[in-house]
């Protein structure tokens, strides 16, 4: 479909964004979807952030994803704010409405990791322990929706002090206290009995592949399942080293596609082709051979 008077314009803003895969990902999806749509990448500075927002409704576009560094300091910015944004306290979507341009922001982070769970058939309740790994914003979304299940929610992180202020932020988002903050040093007695491990932070995602955030000389818990939420490689050392104690394991790629599907959603208002979506991803994460730079690719979750 060529681009023409009428195409229809989202993207992603963020600093840098040479190298995200979401307009790959996006219009495989608008074109399998018959849309006049496009999604570029919108590279813009920090100090240059209130400009580019305004310029967007300015010029039409039906909405932008919004990703590092910009998710906190967008939310001045919008005009109206999701529950699941303000619980995360990061927008990493925003539409732009046609008529009165004004400017909602989302976060589609949260329900697109939860999507990937469920659609895993990952169950969790009450009964379940989940250990998540780091403490910055994807950590936020992943913990804010974990909590929301009823699970006993526990956050480890290299830097104590972030993994508690992430603990007192959920707290006081929610009146249930099913979260807490463990200690590196008492890892191996918080992970005993966990079902769900959630790595959060980015190592051993590309270069650094041999990375892992898993400390050696702790066993993994065999009956847990280990969600990396790293897409980059597609299996991470942290995942490879859980299959080899026997834990199922699952990639960082479904969280990806799914809160793109669903800020595709927001702003077409039809249903996204999740599997075109992920199918293009795993095409461009297949076609970088390991070790060798890929230009088109980062991660801008
Ligand atoms: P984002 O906000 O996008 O989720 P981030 O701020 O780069 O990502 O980091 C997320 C988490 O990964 C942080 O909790 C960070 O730990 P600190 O709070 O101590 O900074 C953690 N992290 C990043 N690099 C790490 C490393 N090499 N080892 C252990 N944790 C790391």
Redesign the pocket.
Known sequence: MSIDGTTQLVGVVGWPVAQTLSPAMHNAAFSYSGLNWRYVALPARSEHLPAAIRGLGALGFRGVNIT?PH?VDVIPLVDTITEAATIVGAVNTIRIDRNSGQIEGLNTDMGGFLTDIATNRINVDKNSRVLI????????AVAAGLVRTGAQVMVV???P???QM?VMFIKSSWSQNNIDFVYMENLFEASRGATLIVN????GQWPDVE?S?WPESVPLPKEAVLYDIVYRPMKTRLMRDAEAAGLRTIGGLGMLVYQGAAAFEVWTGKKAPVDIMKMILIQALSEAAPGTPAPNLI?D?
Do not use: F, Y
Request: charged residues 20%; without cysteine; hydrophobic residues 35%.
């Open positions: 590092v998710k790994l780091g403490a910055g914003g994807a950590a936020r992180n290299r830097t002090e972030h993994a992430l959060t932070t980015p190592v990375a955030p991660n979750d």
